[in-house]
């Protein structure tokens, strides 16, 4: 194998695939890099066995090959090299040869035969969409994904296919995220697919806006290509809870929210919250909307701003940063509110067709 590359080009193929690597590789050659030369194509790949990628850029090929190189190693000499070009080979024993300028390199690599091959998406169920809308999805339902691997099912997105459209959401029990698009996809093709978080946060950063993306579905995989990169992720096994039964309680009052406005008051309250108290008392009375925060530890809050409220007082309470994520994924300058007592959820909605969910907190006595 020998290429001709700029300096340019492969530290952007590297920055693609880099964050796939896993930090403490359970087998060797998944610290690695697999690079391929073929016709006029220089080819990355990396998995971690779960979420794999690949991706591709324009190059000078002398010779055809491939080779298997330590990623981390390799990306720390191509950010310290300051020639525009960069010359590849692979020489005797597993070896590549890097050239830059005057400066020449060896480095280890492990025997390509052993790196693991992505999945052939040959017999996969696939659709088109925009680069911007997939993104958009993914976005604005990712955030609300749990962190914590004892909800496994939750550590993910959930995609289902069902009468041509996609509904992604996600939720770690305490707010839930929904949006939704019509693909094109025969309408008698449904199925539903949890894909992990990284997966998805690599998604959101590969996918280009301008580009279409094709989808690609089998039973236990997903993939994304868009322009010249490809993603591959297993799916989580597990039964998604049943959403639906929480987003069909019906609101009693719904109310229109200035979104900046909110996001300011909020910020400016959850100074009074603490990690171990990250409640807000949200009251409304005619044509108000107050929250309060009250912590030993800090001291007190209280901020307010008009809304279109009519009836009696209501109070309920909410973690300020979740409602804050939700308004930051949300659209419009102003969303809709929907709340019936301290006890049921709260239900945010925009001119889109999105729909987050944040459930109460218990409200603590003044």
């Known amino acids: 194998m020998k290429f001709v590359v700029s300096r340019a080009e492969l530290s952007n193929l590297i ?3 880099q964050n796939i690597v896993p930090q403490n590789a359970p087998i060797p050659v998944l610290s690695h890099f ?13 998995t971690d066995l779960v979420v794999g990628t690949r991706c591709s850029a324009e190059a000078k090929i002398y010779e055809p090959g491939a080779l298997s190189i ?13 020639d525009a070009q960069i010359e590849m080979s692979g020489v005797e024993g597993e070896m590549a040869e890097i050239k830059s300028g005057t400066s020449r390199f060896r480095l280890h690599g492990i025997d390509k035969n052993e790196y693991p ?12 969409i925009l680069g911007s809308q997939l993104k958009e999805m993914f976005y604005r339902t990712a955030f609300a994904v749990s962190r914590e ?19 992604f959401v996600g939720t770690d029990g305490k707010r839930l995220a929904k949006v939704q698009t019509a693909i094109s996809l025969d309408s008698e093709i449904s199925g539903e697919y949890i894909l992990p978080l990284k997966a998805v946060e690599e998604m959101i950063k590969m996918i280009e806006d301008e580009d279409e993306c094709t989808v690609y579905i089998t039973d236990d995989k997903v993939a994304v290509e868009s322009a010249n990169t490809l993603l591959v992720t297993k799916l989580l096994s597990g039964e998604y809870p049943d959403f639906e039964q ?12 200035h979104r900046e406005e909110l996001i300011v008051l909020l910020r400016q309250i959850a100074l009074f919250t603490t990690n171990t108290s990250q409640s807000v008392r949200f009251t409304f009375s005619t044509g108000e909307l107050t929250l309060t925060a009250n912590c030993t530890d800090v001291g007190e809050g209280k901020v307010s701003m008009p809304v279109n409220y009519k009836g009696e007082k209501l109070e309920i309470a909410f973690n300020p940063f979740f409602f804050l994520d ?5 659209r419009d300058e102003t969303v809709l509110l929907g709340v019936s007592d301290p006890f049921n959820p709260g239900v945010i909605t925009d001119s889109t067709e999105s729909l987050f969910i944040i459930m109460p907190m218990r409200l603590n006595e003044d």
């Open 15 to 17: 920055r693609k695939i």
């Open 34 to 46: 697999l690079i391929e030369a073929k016709g006029s194509e220089l080819v990355f790949t990396a």
């Open 70 to 82: 330590p990623s981390k190693r390799f990306f720390q000499l191509v950010r310290e090299l300051t």
């Open 117 to 128: 091959t992505l999945p052939n998406l040959q017999d996969a169920v696939k659709f088109t």
């Open 149 to 167: 691997d004892n909800r496994y099912v939750l550590t993910g997105v959930l995609m289902r296919i069902e009468d041509g459209f996609a509904i």
């Open 246 to 257: 929480v987003i069909a309680c019906r609101s009693e009052q719904k109310m229109q929210l």
């Open 326 to 330: 939700i308004l930051k994924h949300s």
